[in-house]
């Protein structure tokens, strides 16, 4: 079974690789950002995968942090990076 | 092979098929909203399958209730930042896609 979680937590980083083309090419910020965004959601599923592969429980916390911090970005991104300035006095 | 294992082995393969899916959405679709589409099925039933795969071989209830957090957690960030996400670009005048 061990293998199976080990390969599998590579085929997701291989679909990372090939999300990156879409950090490249754009075209708006919240196309980079929703390609971070499936990263992070990628990184939580591997991360599971090898603490189940390698029996390192303690792993199962940094996808934990990873999640929780997954919100917390793109939350931050839209809010501060990408917000309409002009819109604000309409309110939300 | 156990019968536990073998449905392990299911519920990871058809995880990755969505994680897969997902992937392509994001590279082959043609707008933001669109992408937003692919990624939130991804983040939703991709990981939640993964995260069922792996409660079947988890070694103790609270290893469950870590895994099944997580994914509550990914869950609750994946919808809320669709929905901002979505708003934003249509604000800013981001017209949905149209064949």
Redesign the interface.
């Known amino acids: 079974?061990d293998i199976?979680?080990s390969g599998?937590a590579l085929?997701?980083l291989l679909?990372?690789v090939?999300?990156l083309?879409?950090v490249l090419r754009g075209p708006?910020p919240?196309?980079r950002?929703?390609?971070a965004?499936?990263f992070g959601?990628?990184a939580?599923?591997s991360l599971?995968?090898l603490a189940?592969a390698a029996g390192r429980?303690y792993l199962?916390?940094v996808?934990?942090v990873f999640?929780?911090l997954?919100?917390v970005t793109?939350?931050a991104f839209?809010?501060r990076a990408?917000?309409?300035w002009e819109?604000d006095d309409a309110g939300d | 092979m156990q019968v536990t294992?073998f449905l392990?082995?299911l519920l990871?393969l058809a995880?990755?098929g969505f994680?897969?899916a997902?992937?392509v959405g994001?590279?082959r679709f043609p707008d933001?909203y669109t992408?937003?589409h692919a990624?939130t099925k991804?983040?939703n039933v991709?990981?939640g399958l993964?995260?069922a795969g792996?409660l079947l071989?988890a070694?103790s209830l609270a290893?469950m209730g870590?895994?099944l957090?997580?994914w509550l957690?990914?869950l609750?960030?994946?919808a809320?930042?669709a929905h901002?996400?979505a708003r934003?670009?249509l604000?800013?005048g981001?017209r949905p896609w149209k064949r």
């Open positions: 079974m199976l979680y599998m085929f997701l679909t990372l090939a999300g083309w879409r708006t919240a196309d950002m929703l390609a965004q499936l959601t990628t939580v599923a599971l995968l189940q429980p199962r916390d996808a934990l999640a929780l997954a919100a793109a939350v839209v809010r990408w917000t309409v819109d | 294992e392990t082995l990871l995880g990755a994680f897969l997902g992937t994001l590279l933001v992408r937003l990624i991804a983040d991709g990981l993964v995260v792996l071989q070694e290893a870590k895994l957090l997580i957690l990914v609750l960030a994946s809320s930042v901002v996400v934003t670009a604000r800013k981001i």
